[in-house]
Nanobody
Framework: QVQLVESGGGLVQAGGSLRLSCAAS???????MGWYRQAPGKQRQLVAS???????YYADSVKGRFTISRDNAKNTVYLQMNSLKPEDTAVYYC?????????WGQGTQVTVSS
């Protein structure tokens, strides 16, 4: 069982930056780590992911603005978000996935004002 705790969300003006962190209770070495977001009235969507080998994926909407990274020694995954836009407003969730196991954090709110 892995518990994930997100932090770093908040209110920021458009064009600003935030860094989200996801701290795990156990080792993340084998897991694909992902950041998802869910805006009100919309489905949860994958924003970025990083494999154990540090191969990354980004949704088109965040490419060039967001950077995902992981520090396995600290059991932590990060999402650096730059040039934030109002449409980035959502609850951001951390996910750890290694079939058949998948774990979710409780989410952290990111609000970008125009």
């Amino acid at each position: 069982q892995v518990q994930l705790v997100e932090s770093g969300g908040g209110l920021v003006q458009a064009g600003g930056s935030l860094r989200l962190s996801c701290a795990a209770s156990g080792s993340l070495g084998i897991y694909v780590m992902g950041w998802y977001r869910q805006a009100p009235g919309k489905q949860r969507q994958l924003v970025a992911s990083i494999t154990a080998g540090r191969t990354t994926y980004y949704a088109d909407s965040v490419k060039g603005r967001f950077t995902i990274s992981r520090d396995n020694a600290k059991n932590t995954v990060y999402l650096q978000m730059n040039s934030l836009k109002p449409e980035d407003t959502a609850v951001y969730y951390c996910n750890a996935y290694s079939p058949p196991r998948a774990y979710w954090g409780q989410g952290t709110q990111v609000t970008v004002s125009s």
